[in-house]
């Protein structure tokens, strides 16, 4: 096959870990015969730096000509004082709004080989297998009006019938191939928009009989997260509820450098980027964990591209690399010797050179 994939690296340690991504995606390319057309545009405060727009015209006319992107993380101290139509974050949500990109899809697998650095018990991280199913494109990030003065400040939670139908079905259709368990997450013993959602949700569940639904309150979803994480499989939810409870889940698994995640549309366009930020702290010292970027990449080619076996390599082969002890510095123990990012990424691809596939793989996407 043949794909076009535009990449937008972004602030802080994101060029370094989509460096790491797109040489496991040229690896799989030679590997399975298949022709990556790799393009970099600009986004975030990289963008505002060179264009005065954190998401510049000739950037969404390079990914509106590719296949899918890969993006690596927006924002950084630089620009925290910029104007918000200058902020880098406003890239961000401006290309997932521009491709209507509504169902971001976070999965939350636990991983014997990480389990040490997780935050909580072995026992009670050890059979985590979540997706998180967050609404993108509306709620508090986009409602109107949005304003502030020295004397006050509003943003409004719209969310329309629309919005949520979409991305309550999306979540059944998801729940239908893994276990058919859902959990809708909302604040509807205060929120008027929670109770619309949670009508809905209602309504919807009528046509899945085979789902089993749950609603459950966001602040107790986020207190099961901590107590009894192996419980959830998917969870619905609302833009912001879905941002936190994401970084949250995310440590679960020892890392939030290692969770992927994918925005889809309708069809099979899509954008894929880590669940992490642009940690700038660590920026260019090569401490970054590539393996969110990798892992988006197996997801960009599972989603958009249906290169099934081509995804599950790229998850055996992150696998394998953590099994056989090797880790960058989110994941070591005192004593371990450090990967640095290149050292790490080197390791996974040795490991797709050499690999025999298999079935085992560790994150399950649908
Ligand atoms: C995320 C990030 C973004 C969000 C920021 C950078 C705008 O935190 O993708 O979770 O809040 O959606
Ligand atoms: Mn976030």
Known sequence: MEKRVAVLPGDGIGPE???????VLEVIGRRFSHTFHVSYGSIGGAAVDLFSNP??????TLCESSDAVLLGAVGGPKWDNNSSELRPEKGLLAIRKHFD???NLRPVKAVPSLLHASPLKEEVAKDVDMLIV???TGGLYFGEPSRRTD??????LVYTREEIERIVERSFEIARLRSGKVASVDKANVLESSKLWRQIVEEKK????????????????AMKLITNPAQFDVIVTENMFGDILSDEASVITGSLGVLPSASMGHDGFGLYEPVHGSAPEIAGLGLANP????????????YSFNMKAEAAAIEEAVNTVFEDGFYTADL?????????TREWTSKVLDELDVQSVSNSIMFSYV
């Open 17 to 23: 870990v989509t460096e790491a991504a797109v040489k």
């Open 55 to 60: 998401l510049p015209a000739e950037t969404v």
């Open 101 to 103: 990109l509504f169902a």
């Open 134 to 136: 967050r609404e993108l």
């Open 151 to 156: 004397k006050s400040a509003v943003d409004s």
């Open 206 to 221: 009528k046509a899945y009989p085979d789902v089993e639904v749950e609603h459950m309150l966001v602040d107790s979803t």
């Open 291 to 302: 393996a969110a970027a990798i892992l988006s990449v197996a997801m960009m080619l599972h």
């Open 332 to 340: 070591v123990e005192p004593g371990q010797r450090v990967l640095s």
